[in-house]
């Protein structure tokens, strides 16, 4: 009892009366010195949750761009963007609470030791009650984890369904597919309130079990302070008005540990992709310069498999191509086209064989570096929501209004130049303003801007009408003989401007390369 009979005489040999003026000016005193602690407390909070979503962003980002290109193929978009957005903000939320949870915690220490100074008995066993209070959360910690792996899940399905069906409207509209579709929208979402709401209710059920059993904790505490420790009322009411402010505080604590359990699946799957993605970095081109090709581009004896797959998509293929020259790759869908061509613009490595430039061999750093002299033009044309000024700039960032007239010239993109606002002209979200024979063109005029040794055309004009396609055949048949150009395709008026023809099956060639 020396806690007790210390503090009695503390308050009897104060020397200081206070009036009401000063107690009430006190009072306000210490509300506002709260209020301001609650506020840094929060911006702080905010401040590194911010950090936190900032870092982890950026690093997912560069992870995702710089990882190498077999493995992008392999991951699953969906996941990836709802990590990217949902999962990284909700490891933020995280981070948050528990930086709140730390602070409540030094609070409880704090209390603590006031409450052994005012009488170690109820002190210790107030510890021991609250003790067995957290191990009876057990259960909800656990439901907390299950709850926040469910709405990692949710997110991740909706993501994915979302992203299909911006992708698809054009055919959800010529199915009249619109009902299907928000039905399947709408039972995602469903099962995301479902997840959801359980845990709001799982959180606030636990939330009253705490009030509950603080409360029921309190009273066994102050009926054995008096019947069984006699602490006297100098030290009792000090002791309840403690334990009273420290019980919001448990909350807090339970909360905040509740909230975090149910991030922490969003963290560790954020965590576990990145780690996919910085295990597959590619090697920097580290400033290497590669001089363009005088003779010729090949592939000697390549072999590439892919992972899950029994055969190889290419299987001990040669093919040569010779600078300024027009071949095409012929072969049905599944033959190894992509992979050669992805092979010969340097974004994947063979297992086996090697990409030669006049006959030597590329070393990885090289192989990248081999991407700055190829232009690349794929069956969908990609656009971003800018001008067509800033999209030829996307590739070329200091190419003169000269350079991009001339480059939509060769394209057949003259038509950019009549319209209104001519360059600024704006194409819209991934070029809609624009026909798909447009966009293509434009996309065109983008890769030859580069002045590149290689152009790739991977069946460019499969998707377009008649009129846009021999457009951007009349543009290719001005190119030849002055850079080399491999097209890919099955037939159409491009696969007829070929000098050579290469043909695929089965990830093999079929018979020599025939002059056309």
Same mark, same amino acid.
Not at 136 to 153: H, I, K, N, P, T
Not at 472 to 489: D, F, N, P
């Given at each position: 009892?020396? #806690?007790? =009979?210390? &503090? @009695?005489? *503390?308050?009897?040999?104060? +020397? /200081?009366? $206070?009036?009401?003026?000063?107690?009430? !000016?006190?009072?306000?005193?210490?509300?506002?010195?709260?209020?301001?602690?609650?506020?840094?407390?929060?911006?702080?909070?905010?401040?590194?949750?911010?950090?936190?979503?900032?870092?982890?962003?950026?690093?997912?980002?560069?992870?995702?761009?710089?990882?190498?290109?077999?493995?992008?193929?392999?991951?699953?978009?969906?996941?990836?963007?709802?990590?990217?957005?949902?999962?990284?903000?909700?490891?933020?939320?995280?981070?948050?609470?528990?930086?709140?949870?730390?602070?409540?915690?030094?609070?409880? #220490?704090? =209390?603590? &030791? @006031?409450? *052994?100074?005012?009488?170690? +008995? /109820?002190? $210790?066993?107030?510890?021991?009650?609250? !003790?067995?209070?957290?191990?009876?959360?057990?259960?909800?910690?656990?439901?907390?984890?299950?709850?926040?792996?469910?709405?990692?899940?949710?997110?991740?399905?909706?993501?994915?369904?979302?992203?299909?069906?911006?992708?698809?409207?054009?055919?959800?509209?010529?199915?009249?597919?619109?009902?299907?579709?928000?039905?399947?929208?709408?039972?995602?979402?469903?099962?995301?309130?479902?997840?959801?709401?359980?845990?709001?209710?799982?959180?606030?059920?636990?939330?009253?079990?705490?009030?509950?059993?603080?409360?029921?904790?309190?009273?066994?505490?102050?009926?054995?302070?008096?019947?069984?420790?006699?602490?006297?009322?100098?030290?009792?009411?000090?002791?309840?008005?403690?334990?009273?402010?420290?019980?919001?505080?448990?909350?807090?604590?339970?909360?905040?540990?509740?909230?975090?359990?149910?991030?922490?699946?969003?963290?560790?799957?954020?965590?576990?992709?990145?780690?996919?993605?910085?295990?597959?970095?590619?090697?920097?081109?580290?400033?290497?310069?590669?001089?363009?090709?005088?003779?010729?581009?090949?592939?000697?004896?390549?072999?590439?498999?892919?992972?899950?797959?029994?055969?190889?998509?290419?299987?001990?293929?040669?093919?040569?191509?010779?600078?300024?020259?027009?071949?095409?790759?012929?072969?049905?869908?599944?033959?190894?086209?992509?992979?050669?061509?992805?092979?010969?613009?340097?974004?994947?490595?063979?297992?086996?064989?090697?990409?030669?430039?006049?006959?030597?061999?590329?070393?990885?750093?090289?192989?990248?570096?081999?991407?700055?002299?190829?232009?690349?033009?794929?069956?969908?044309?990609?656009?971003?929501?800018?001008?067509?000024?800033?999209?030829?700039?996307?590739?070329?960032?200091?190419?003169?209004?000269?350079?991009?007239?001339?480059?939509?010239?060769?394209?057949?993109?003259?038509?950019?130049?009549?319209?209104?606002?001519?360059?600024?002209?704006?194409?819209?979200?991934?070029?809609?303003?624009?026909?798909?024979?447009?966009?293509?063109?434009?996309?065109?005029?983008?890769?030859?801007?580069?002045?590149?040794?290689?152009?790739?055309?991977?069946?460019?004009?499969?998707?377009?009408?008649?009129?846009?396609?021999?457009?951007?055949?009349?543009?290719?048949?001005?190119?030849?003989?002055?850079?080399?150009?491999?097209?890919?395709?099955?037939?159409?008026?491009?696969?007829?401007?070929?000098?050579?023809?290469?043909?695929?099956?089965?990830?093999?060639?079929?018979?020599?390369?025939?002059?056309?």
């Amino acid at each position: 009892m020396g #806690g007790d =009979a210390l &503090l @009695a005489r *503390l308050l009897a040999a104060s +020397p /200081v009366t $206070l009036g009401l003026g000063m107690l009430l !000016a006190i009072f306000v005193a210490l509300v506002g010195v709260r209020a301001l602690l609650q506020l840094a407390k929060s911006i702080a909070g905010t401040r590194v949750e911010r950090r936190v979503v900032e870092g982890l962003r950026a690093r997912f980002s560069a992870a995702l761009l710089q990882a190498d290109w077999r493995t992008l193929t392999s991951l699953r978009q969906g996941e990836a963007l709802s990590l990217l957005l949902n999962g990284i903000d909700t490891a933020g939320f995280g981070v948050h609470e528990l930086v709140g949870l730390s602070s409540a915690v030094m609070v409880l #220490g704090a =209390a603590f &030791l @006031a409450a *052994l100074t005012l009488s170690t +008995p /109820v002190a $210790l066993a107030a510890i021991a009650g609250a !003790a067995v209070v957290a191990l009876a959360y057990g259960s909800v910690r656990r439901r907390s984890a299950s709850f926040g792996e469910l709405l990692v899940a949710g997110y991740g399905r909706l993501t994915s369904l979302l992203d299909e069906t911006f992708g698809a409207l054009r055919v959800i509209k010529s199915f009249s597919a619109e009902t299907q579709t928000a039905a399947q929208i709408a039972e995602v979402d469903a099962q995301l309130t479902h997840g959801r709401v359980g845990y709001v209710a799982l959180v606030g059920l636990a939330q009253g079990m705490l009030q509950f059993g603080g409360a029921a904790l309190l009273a066994v505490l102050v009926w054995l302070a008096v019947a069984r420790w006699h602490v006297q009322p100098v030290v009792l009411l000090p002791m309840v008005a403690l334990f009273a402010r420290v019980l919001p505080v448990l909350g807090t604590v339970q909360s905040g540990w509740s909230h975090w359990l149910n991030a922490r699946p969003a963290v560790e799957q954020s965590l576990q992709l990145m780690g996919r993605l910085e295990a597959a970095t590619e090697a920097s081109a580290g400033g290497v310069v590669i001089a363009r090709p005088q003779h010729t581009i090949s592939l000697d004896r390549v072999t590439v498999r892919h992972p899950g797959r029994s055969t190889p998509a290419l299987e001990a293929v040669d093919i040569v191509l010779p600078v300024n020259t027009t071949t095409v790759l012929l072969g049905p869908s599944g033959a190894g086209k992509s992979t050669v061509a992805d092979l010969m613009g340097g974004l994947i490595a063979a297992d086996e064989g090697a990409l030669r430039l006049d006959g030597t061999a590329l070393t990885s750093e090289q192989r990248i570096a081999w991407r700055g002299h190829v232009a690349y033009v794929q069956q969908e044309p990609v656009l971003f929501n800018l001008t067509v000024r800033e999209n030829l700039r996307w590739a070329v960032p200091r190419a003169t209004e000269a350079r991009m007239v001339e480059a939509l010239e060769r394209a057949s993109a003259q038509f950019v130049l009549d319209l209104p606002q001519g360059l600024n002209t704006s194409v819209g979200d991934s070029g809609r303003q624009l026909s798909g024979g447009e966009r293509q063109r434009i996309v065109l005029a983008r890769g030859l801007l580069r002045e590149p040794a290689l152009l790739i055309l991977d069946e460019p004009t499969s998707a377009l009408d008649p009129a846009n396609e021999l457009a951007i055949a009349e543009a290719v048949e001005r190119m030849r003989g002055t850079l080399t150009i491999l097209i890919i395709g099955h037939r159409g008026a491009l696969t007829r401007l070929a000098e050579r023809q290469v043909r695929l099956a089965g990830g093999r060639l079929v018979g020599p390369a025939q002059v056309g």
